[in-house]
């Protein structure tokens, strides 16, 4: 297999100042995956100079289990192909785990399930694609709980970045280092076709710069918001008297793993017509009894007029749900007759005005917001706490569009 250490980039090798977070940043193609397993089979065999001791307990997180075993283990690049014949681990699938002839053991594990984590310990971690976990926080937190095993415990991410929230933490935390590369840096291991029909059609693009440049892209050129608008739109507090509150919910079509996030978004006008953004409670993965529960909740803690429903994904059953859990809620439901983007530029409209102001932080929402663009978001997944936020706003500044009943049980 060669020396590593020899013939590997500088990139690809982890800095000599110390650290617990190695944090590789790269573009499509550019051997982020092969850095990864390098590092591992190192640690594994306390190989200088990566490493001064032999890690025996290593935890490997992929976006899900099938990304897990086809990139990081069963991949190319993977760790059964950085091995030679005689050090190479002893797969087991069945058990999710790979031992090394030395007694060392990875474990491999999936970001859609965060709870994985809890109860396993570890020396030493590979998280692959950080920037596309569901669950990245919650899955982050419960690594960083099981990484306490030995003198120095240390992890390596590596990931085409995207601006989320737990990427730009790790990027100003004081024990993590970084290391960059480019698509173009590994075009000499890339098919000739590569550069012809994806480098040269991308590059200089925001898409481009992202997934081939590597770079960490905070807002698109066609997002509806900017982020600097946002925060000379933040106030600290909203007036005591408000005319109007209202909580709007944008529910998910189901409620199974997987399923979309269900948005739960607080909104409250003043006197002079200007909206508030109050709270945003949205959940991910929760039955239906589960979010009615918790905007019932908010709404009540709010002392709100009344309950935005989309019925869009499910009718009547919306209302039904929300009845179930306090029939004297008013419910307003609403229902979508234009795309998503064509409801939310008038509210955008809103912010250019300085009519709608962010009462705290709001980062999750506000990444969204960012990066909403005439093709949605980045990462293609459905922006729910956009899309309540835009029905909380339309209902109290602009008037419902989609011609809403009220419904008081």
């Not at 040269?200 to 982020?227: C, F, K, P, V």
């Amino acid at each position: 297999m060669g020396d590593w250490e020899i013939w590997a980039r500088p990139d690809q090798l982890p800095p000599a100042q110390d650290w617990t977070t190695w944090l590789v940043m790269g573009g499509r193609g550019a051997g982020k995956t092969r850095t990864g397993a390098e590092w591992v089979k190192a640690m594994v065999f306390g190989k200088a100079p990566f490493t001064h001791q032999s890690y025996g307990r290593i935890a490997l997180i992929g976006e899900t289990l099938g990304d897990a075993r086809d990139v990081m283990v069963e991949g190319v690049s993977g760790l059964l192909s950085v091995h030679s014949k005689d050090e190479r681990p002893n797969w087991q699938p069945s058990r999710k785990r790979l031992v090394w002839p030395n007694g060392a053991i990875a474990q491999i594990f999936s970001a859609e399930d965060p709870e994985s984590l809890r109860g396993p310990q570890f020396d030493a971690a590979w998280g692959d694609e950080l920037a596309k976990w569901k669950h990245a926080e919650a899955t982050w937190d419960m690594l960083q709980f099981g990484l306490r095993l030995g003198v120095q415990p240390r992890q390596i991410v590596t990931t085409t970045p995207r601006p989320t929230a737990l990427l730009k933490r790790l990027l100003k935390e004081p024990r993590t280092v970084t290391t960059h590369a480019p698509t173009r840096a590994n075009l000499a291991n890339l098919a000739p076709g590569f550069l012809d029909t994806i480098v040269r059609r991308y590059q200089g693009t925001r898409l481009g710069r992202q997934e081939l440049d590597g770079e960490l892209i905070e807002e698109r050129s066609d997002a509806l918001w900017r982020r600097q608008q946002l925060d000379l739109l933040r106030v600290e507090e909203a007036p005591v008297h408000l005319v109007r509150i209202v909580v709007a919910i944008d529910p998910p079509a189901t409620s199974t793993k997987g399923a979309d996030a269900c948005g739960i978004v607080a909104a409250g006008l003043d006197g002079d017509g200007n909206c508030y953004i109050l709270k945003d409670k949205s959940l991910s993965e929760v039955s239906p009894t589960g979010w009615a529960t918790k905007a019932i909740a908010l709404f009540h803690r709010l002392e709100a007029d009344c309950v935005i429903a989309e019925v869009n994904q499910g009718g009547e059953m919306v209302t039904t749900i929300l009845a179930g859990i306090d029939a004297n809620v008013p419910v307003r439901s609403v229902r979508a007759n234009r795309g998503k983007y064509l409801r939310a530029e008038p509210v955008s409209a809103l912010y250019e005005q300085g009519r709608v102001r962010h009462v705290g932080n709001f980062a999750e929402l506000e990444d969204e917001m960012c990066d909403f663009g005439l093709d949605g978001l980045s990462s293609g997944k459905s922006p729910d706490r956009l899309d309540a936020m835009v029905w909380a706003v339309t209902n109290l500044c602009l008037g419902e569009q989609a011609e809403p009943k009220v419904r008081s049980f």
